[in-house]
């Protein structure tokens, strides 16, 4: 069947067409890179190119796929569901939406209470910022310097201008950036105590996964106590059990005012997002229900593959496990380190959410190409070049892991070896 | 070892009901791996003190998981579960204390070196029988070997099997043992068990059980020892002590109301021997069925020809109420003769209760010959009892009948399961290929290791290398020994730049702020790193004064 939708003539053709019809500039970016990927097949933590070349994914694109591609429980559920369901009616008490709700509030921090749906990561960070904003009748947003929520509305003005002042959607008399790890800064944004709330990635993804300096999470929450600003954690990328604990701002002691999740929250099969929210914060669904509406936002159908995946993700043997993969990235990441300290510069790493620093402005980018030849498919941080994102499944087994260890060590050597190259002519 | 999986009053369609534990089980596998991949790597010294601790938590709890296991189950007796399940831990443990199934093996005059690797992850299923001493025996022979395990237990006896592996699977982790080196299903069904036994994370299945268990284990395509029923004879001639064999012959047979899978099944006595013996067993506590009596109980046992499971592990005198008989208050052992071993005859086959089936022969050879008559009904390979003085009738007995072990002048139960002699003391009786299992011996940690040979050019031109004092093991990392320890397997992934050295950090309580001061340590330059520990103090002030002021 799928065959009689999507049909191209070779990989040259089908790249053609991309640029034409698609995105010029994206699709030429990765030729350029020296990954032309193009992905067709995928199961569990392999991708396979159209030409037939497998990858291990290690970028999963954010933690989308953190239970693997066409998870099999998580397929089983969803094509279940579409025997009953499908997106639903969003005005309506559904049946999915409050067994989801039920099933997030259960495991989330203390304190959060209700939920909102989204359809996508930016939406739901919209619908935080919208509640912040309506809860403490203030409109200043606060994030950190290099930030990334999303593209949407409001998300893309707390990001990096990167994104934002190309379609003239940067905002910065509401919307104020500080550097992260520095208390000072951020209390001096809230001084004032007019700033609605502080949204901050537990540990910030599109920037190269700095970590949180002991205190330093746990510092802002105080501080938003203090002005009167609420805190919302976005965990988009860090939670699902990806530091070894369902939500990772649980493990700074945090218990945030609002928390966003989505990307893997539906195991990568229906997209859905959700804002998790204290009472307080979660003001307007008592004042006016229909203040905020989403056709797609809480669909159904994703509802079922993120009730599957939170079951999955909150087994007791997964969390054993991603301990263990984490140990042993600690330690062959270690030895592959140990090597090559001049070049391999440093680990940032939290569980299975993991940076890999290199010791030249666009050394991520280098690795990324030798990882692609090499059968791993990672991705530099678009905002911080020098790291590479690493972040493998958390159903991981060992002999994966072991082949992406030697894979990921060859093709650190190589890339050292091109910059050397390069650095000589 | 017993049949109780097909005939359990549990139907297959109602098993049937819950292949959503399947996933479960799967997971539980991957983390097997992981803690397998983790365990393999230990030390003898680590081992050790793992295995120690386990069994020690097993003889703590020896007799609630009797009470439990003879309440949840209706079999057996609780004192004789007791005995079972302390000599299944600290007696296990104790009777190979000075094995070594962790260091290499260094045979300079061979030129080999012999490296033991352990089998990875044992699947075992349990019966309801001896639930808890088998859930014990595999457990520490696995642990022993340095392999993971997840156990399958008999549906009947879920809830106490649960318990009793949990408690030896957090004893051992807290000595050290990788996270989730045992785990349990809680809801065994046969698609669970079946999703299991094919799973090729599965290293070895160790299946006791009734023959469909055993042969699905042998049919799954996964390295199985599967061991299957018995139907033990025991025959007795006028050398014996004939008084010694009738107190031996009602004590086996009554010990845990004849649930272990060694109970004799079929007296065979030589005419000669055949007054005396009856006199002295009757003295022992057994009760000699008249034919009217012993038809009934007959009828009783197996309806339709077969047995019921209702009987298992009931005491003589409740079967003899069942039955409408009046036998006396001491009564352990009913003795119901018949006169042909013969399939169409129900006493001859294999019955889990103390009713013994006696035949009388008029010569040892005949005895023989019916002894092999009773195995040729059910439970070839497994065991068979004699009480003789006279070797060359015991050597004749051995060499004919198909059993691999024949327990002499002993009760067969405790006999043949190592208890009461030089055996591997065992709750797995291996059937050997006349019963169609891989493994002729009663299990033991052996079974669940195997050696990489270094094998040396023979050449003496090339010499030998000096292996003395290596060892590819280590004690786990933050171990500490039995007293001390102090890291666990895995480590809590504390994020890097938390990670000070030979700190134990953990995450911080909820409401907790700053949880470490350790300097960051790939993360930040020299100068950062000092901001970071000015910003760091700052903090720590303010939440003193915080607390000075409120």
């Not at chain 2, 139907?11 to 996933?23: F, H, I, K």
């Not at chain 2, 050790?48 to 003889?59: F, H, N, S």
Request: with cysteine; charged share 20%; proline share 6%.
């Amino acid at each position: 069947m799928t065959e009689e939708l999507i049909s191209f003539a070779s990989k040259q053709d089908m790249l053609a067409k991309s640029k034409q019809f698609w995105n010029p500039d994206k699709t030429q970016f990765w030729i350029d890179s020296g990954v032309p990927l193009v992905i067709d097949r995928r199961e569990g933590y392999f991708i396979y190119d159209v030409e037939g070349k497998r990858l291990i994914d290690v970028h999963l694109n954010g933690g989308t796929y953190n239970l693997g591609h066409r998870n099999p429980e998580v397929a089983a559920a969803v094509t279940a569901a579409m025997q009953r369901f499908d997106i639903g009616n969003h005005h309506f008490p559904s049946l999915a939406r409050t067994a989801l709700a039920e099933a997030l509030i259960s495991t989330a921090p203390d304190g959060l209470t209700k939920v909102m749906y989204g359809s996508g990561g930016g939406e739901a960070i919209d619908i935080a910022l919208k509640s912040a904003r309506h809860a403490t009748k203030k409109r200043g947003i606060v994030s950190v310097a290099k930030a990334y929520h999303g593209h949407t509305g409001l998300a893309v003005a707390t990001g990096d201008e990167r994104f934002a002042t190309l379609f003239l959607a940067d905002r910065p008399d509401e919307f104020s950036h500080v550097p992260f790890n520095d208390t000072d800064a951020m209390e001096a944004a809230l001084k004032a105590r007019d700033v609605a709330a502080v949204i901050m990635e537990t540990i910030p993804a599109t920037y190269g996964f700095p970590l949180p300096a002991p205190g330093y999470l746990a510092g802002v929450k105080k501080l938003c106590e203090r002005y009167g600003a609420l805190y919302i954690a976005d965990e988009v990328q860090t939670g699902l059990m990806r530091t070894g604990e369902l939500w990772a701002i649980s493990k700074h002691g945090v218990n945030p005012d609002i928390l966003v999740t989505g990307k893997g929250i539906s195991g990568g099969m229906y997209p859905v997002s959700a804002v998790l929210a204290t009472e307080a914060a979660a003001g307007w669904l008592t004042e006016d229900g229909f203040a905020h509406m989403s056709t797609f936002g809480g669909a159904e159908l994703g509802c079922v593959a993120a009730l599957k995946t939170l079951e999955i993700t909150g087994r007791p043997e997964v969390r054993s496990m991603v301990h263990y993969i984490a140990a042993a990235f600690t330690d062959g990441l270690g030895m592959i380190q140990a090597q090559y300290p001049d070049w391999f510069t440093g680990v940032r790493q939290d569980g299975l959410v993991m940076g890999l620093e290199f010791g030249h402005p666009q050394g991520a980018k280098f690795v990324m190409k030798r990882l692609y030849e090499n059968g791993v498919w990672a991705i530099f941080s678009t905002l911080d070049p020098r790291v590479l994102q690493y972040k493998p499944g958390i159903l991981l087994t060992p002999a994966v892991c072991e082949e992406l260890l030697e894979r990921t060590e060859v093709a650190i050597a190589k890339a050292r070896d091109d910059v050397a190259a390069g650095a000589r002519r | 070892m017993t049949p109780e999986m097909s005939r359990a009053p549990v139907s297959v369609s109602e098993l049937l009901t819950d292949p959503a534990g399947v996933p479960r089980a799967r997971a539980m596998l991957q983390r097997a791996e992981w803690a397998g991949r983790s365990f393999a790597r230990y030390d003898k010294p680590a081992v050790d003190a793992i295995v120690r601790a386990a069994a020690a938590a097993g003889a703590a709890g020896a007799r609630e998981y009797a009470e439990r296991a003879v309440r949840e189950t209706g079999f057996g007796v609780v004192e004789h579960k007791v005995l079972k399940n302390v000599a299944c831990s600290t007696g296990v443990v104790e009777h190979y204390a000075g094995h070594d199934f962790v260091t290499p093996r260094v045979d300079a005059a061979a030129k080999v070196v012999e490296v033991p690797r352990p089998a990875g992850v044992v699947l075992a299923l349990t019966p309801s029988t001896n639930p808890v001493a088998t859930v014990f025996f595999k457990c520490l022979l696995a642990l022993m070997t340095r392999s993971v395990v997840v156990v399958s237990p008999h549906p009947l006896a879920k809830e106490v099997c649960a318990h009793a592996a949990r408690a030896l699977g957090e004893a051992a982790v807290k000595a050290g043992a990788p996270d989730g080196v045992i785990q349990v299903v809680d809801e065994p069904s046969v698609p669970l068990i079946d999703a299991l036994m094919t799973d090729e994370r599965t290293s070895v299945i160790v299946a006791t059980g009734g023959l469909p268990v055993v042969h699905a284990a042998h049919s799954s395509g996964t390295p199985a020892i599967g061991v299957g029923p018995g139907n033990v004879p025991v025959l007795v001639d006028a050398t014996a002590d004939l008084a010694k064999a009738a107190r031996r012959i009602v004590d086996s047979k009554s010990f845990d109301n004849s649930v272990l899978c060694t109970n004799e099944s079929v007296l065979i006595v030589t005419e000669l021997a055949a007054t005396a013996l009856l006199r002295h067993l009757k003295q022992a506590g057994a009760y000699l069925l008249a034919p009217d009596e012993r038809d009934r109980v007959a009828a009783m046992l197996f309806p339709g020809g077969r047995f019921d499971i209702r009987f298992v592990g009931k005491d003589a005198s409740w079967i003899a109420a069942e039955a409408g008989l009046r036998v006396p208050n001491r009564t352990r052992v009913l003795l119901a003769p018949f006169d042909l071993v013969v399939p169409e005859e129900p006493l001859a086959h294999e019955k889990l209760c103390p009713v013994l089936g006696l035949v009388r022969v008029p010569t040892a050879r005949r005895g023989i010959d019916a002894a092999r008559a009773v195995l040729r009904l059910s439970g070839r390979g497994h065991s068979a009892a004699i009480h003789s003085t006279d070797p060359q009738v015991i050597m004749e007995y051995g060499a004919a009948v198909e059993v691999l072990r024949v327990a002499v002048n002993v009760g067969n139960s405790l006999g043949s399961a190592g208890l009461e002699t030089n055996l591997a003391p065992t709750m797995t009786i291996g059937t050997g290929f006349f019963g169609r299992s891989s493994v002729g011996e009663n299990l033991h940690p052996s079974h669940l290791v195997q050696w990489t040979r270094l094998a040396y050019n023979r050449d003496p031109a090339e010499p030998f290398g000096d292996f003395t004092g290596l060892t590819p093991w280590q004690a786990p990392a933050g171990h500490q020994g039995p007293q001390g320890h102090q890291g666990a397997q895995p480590p809590y992934p504390v994020a890097s730049n938390q990670r000070g050295d030979g700190a134990d950090l953990r995450p911080a309580a909820a409401g907790g702020g700053g949880q470490a001061n350790s300097p960051a340590r790939s993360e930040l330059n020299g100068s950062d790193a000092s901001a970071l520990r000015e910003q760091i103090r700052r903090l720590i002030l303010e939440e003193l004064s915080q607390l000075a002021g409120g």
